[in-house]
């Protein structure tokens, strides 16, 4: 949601689009689903993500697991490398923003047995991150 509640932001599980629509739209139940397509707004492409999160600025962080990343999107729609941490940052998935600090949960998910050839790679302990964004 953007900070002043006027604009929900959205992207499938694990996609790489980001999509917009207007709350007064969504939030007017006299509007047609003709007229809801029509509004929704395509933001362009994202690394894939398990994750988003959004501060007082209207940037969204996005958790980008095959990176092994955090990425901020600006209003403008410009990309920045927030921290990428290959021992730690497996599967970056749930984020939380406060106070000028990401919080992120660390799932490990890339190193589970289905998708090691049989082997669990995960490693405790099993993280959550704070990350300065300023």
Known sequence: MSPDNKTLYWTALSGRNLYSIPTAILSDFSQSETSLEKNVKFEGQHPANDGLAEDENGNIYFG???????????????????????????????????????????????RLADMNGGKDLRKPPYLVMRVNVD
Request: proline share 2%.
């Open 64 to 110: 980008a697991f095959e990176q092994e990343s955090l990425v901020k999107r600006d209003k403008q729609g410009n990309y920045t490398l927030i921290a990428h941490d290959e021992k730690n940052f497996g599967w970056p998935d749930g984020l939380a923003y406060k106070n000028h600090y990401l919080y992120v949960t660390l799932g490990q998910w890339n």
